[in-house]
């Protein structure tokens, strides 16, 4: 598999198409039955492209 910010973009719509609810580690609720994603980054392999992916993040996701 040929991971890219393409692929990334599409796993985040197909989760959100999906009803997940993308939250940070304060914000996650563990007694609701919503289904929710913690999404991280490890970017020390590639911290050049981490503004390209906060840039995705930011398209797709809301912070409560």
Do not use: W
Not at 11 to 26: N, P
């Amino acid at each position: 598999m040929n991971y890219n910010k393409r692929c990334y973009r599409q796993i985040i719509e197909y989760a959100l198409g999906q009803g997940y609810e993308f939250v940070d580690f304060l914000s996650v609720d563990l007694d609701r039955q919503q289904k929710q994603i913690i999404l991280r980054h490890d970017i020390d392999y590639s911290p050049s492209i981490a503004l390209e992916m906060a840039e995705i993040d930011a398209k797709f996701t809301t912070r409560k």
